[in-house]
């Protein structure tokens, strides 16, 4: 069985940073891609960015670029978000996702496991 698992989250004031774990476990699971989403409070969730087994990076919201960065350790259990200079707009609930098959994709349909997601929340 497929397990992802998502920590990390917190409370953390405008500016500063912040690093969110996706924990991958699951018996000969070799996932093709792993990718992030946030929900914001009231809003629809939206893709922020995956990272391929391979390192490529797939890019999703124009508000991340240069803030956010994917790593993975080097047995690929665990996919982590960097975040830097924090802002209010990036309160949410972070959830990661991973795609068991091939392919990256941007849309949610596109993942086939998630985990239960970890809480941002950005004081100003």
């Known amino acids: 069985q497929v397990q992802l698992v998502e920590s990390g989250g917190g409370l953390v004031q405008a500016g500063g940073s912040l690093r969110l774990s996706c924990g991958i476990s699951?018996?000969?699971?070799?996932?093709?891609?792993v990718g992030w989403f946030r929900q914001p409070p009231g809003k629809k969730r939206e893709f922020v960015q995956a990272i391929t087994w391979a390192g490529i990076d797939v890019y999703g919201l124009d508000s991340v670029r240069g803030r956010f960065t994917l790593s993975t350790d080097g047995a690929k259990n665990t996919v982590r978000l960097r975040i830097n200079f924090l802002e209010p707009e990036d309160a949410a609930v972070y959830s990661c996702?991973?795609?068991?098959?091939?392919?990256?994709?941007?849309?949610?349909?596109?993942?086939?496991?998630w985990g239960q997601g970890t809480q941002v929340t950005v004081s100003s």
């Open positions: 996702a991973a795609i068991g098959g091939n392919g990256v994709g941007i849309r949610e349909s596109d993942y086939n496991y």
């Open positions: 699951g018996r000969s699971f070799r996932w093709y891609a």
